[in-house]
């Protein structure tokens, strides 16, 4: 039963990031294709009650390899109070968003900390911090 739920939550995000692609939001081929495979990774860990996932990783300097990553989610009633939570896999979605680095603008490569926020309604938020010059 636990697996049917787990196969329908990475359907419904599936279904539910599809249309960023369309225009709602500003993302490259690359950068879609990898923030949906996250997405379905997170979305197997989350509770039923989700609205928002996070997933931050933050990095010792720009342009390593390794560093930090934290899973969070917001539940309905209250969104305020992040709470930790394991994907599929713990390392594989930060790794992935890491490896895009290398397919990004060099403007936008030099970035130290990095959240990925997934909407229930499938809008997503992915915002760099970079260090200062």
């Known amino acids: ?39 379905q990774c ?15 990783v933050d990095l010792p300097s720009p342009g390593a390899s390794t560093g930090n990553v934290r899973y969070l989610v917001a539940r309905k009633g209250a969104e305020d109070k992040l709470e930790s939570f394991t994907p599929c896999d713990t390392d594989m979605p930060a790794r992935m968003l890491v490896e895009l680095r290398d397919k990004q603008p060099l403007e936008r490569q030099g970035w130290a900390s990095a ?10 938020r992915l915002n760099y911090d970079f260090p200062p010059k």
């Open 1 to 39: 039963m636990a697996q049917i739920l787990n196969l329908a939550r990475v359907a419904a995000l599936a279904l539910l990031l599809a249309p960023f692609g369309a225009g709602a939001q500003q993302a490259d081929t690359a950068e879609q294709e990898i923030i949906t495979g996250i997405g």
């Open 42 to 56: 997170l979305v197997q860990g989350l509770p039923d009650d989700w609205v928002a996932a996070h997933m931050i």
């Open 115 to 124: 959240r990925l926020v997934v909407e229930r309604d499938g809008a997503f």
